[in-house]
């Protein structure tokens, strides 16, 4: 995690350096949240390009193995919620489904995702039926899914299941907030709760900084203070993809 305070504190000892301005609690609380969102979604792209390329054998410097520790935080298994249909779990949030799995009696089967058209396709073809032991499942894009096994032997259908499905995801971040109480008419940091934390890897301390400051230029319309800090971010980004 990454400590919030020193995160505002080194924004504002930047931004307010040669008297570009102030940002006030609430518009950092803002950026804060925006950057953390643009550093996560970020690992996505970086898994996908660096997936591409050789590894690196060194078990301190691989991008990819880094990446991935980086995301391990927000790796949560659930089971999903039943009632009626199968509702993918939602506290926390979702905001990558990994794999699906059947789990019955013990023994789990991963499932394979289908889309509506496959769907159509292993329905009349009865050779790629679904079985507990090969089941698929259909997502919707608004938190729930179908899955089937096998047939039913009464009335020669294939079933939906809504039990015993099991999914792993990657969750949301959760919202940060820097807390203050105002003394003789000046925001002071309140370290208890309501203030909470960075959940981001403590390495990008510096890459929230600069992302903040380009947001607080944009705001300020300070340009040199937008360039200078997307100039540190580039020469970061450019370092990692050497």
Sequence with gaps: MVNIDTVYQRVLAIA??????????????LFANQAQMDIFEQYFYDINQFSRVHGNETETSDML??????LDIFEVKGAAVTNGATTLPTNPPIYRLG?????????????????????????NSPLMHPKNSRPVYI???NGLIRLFGSLNSVAGQIIQ????????YIRRPGRVEWAYVVVNGYAQFNGTPPSIDFEL????ETNLVLKILQLSGLVMKDVGLYQVAAQEEMKDIQQEKQ
Excluded: M
């Design 201 to 204: 890897h403590p390495s990008e």
């Design 65 to 70: 193995d880094l990446i991935n520790e980086k």
């Design 139 to 141: 997502p919707d894009g």
């Design 161 to 168: 299941r809504t039990s015993g499905v099991v999914c792993n």
């Design 99 to 123: 794999s699906v799995f059947l789990d019955i009696a013990g023994t789990t089967r991963e499932a394979e995702r289908v889309n509506e058209k496959d769907w159509a396709y292993i329905q």
């Design 16 to 29: 307010n350096k040669e008297q570009r301005g102030y940002i006030t609690p609430q518009e950092f609380n």
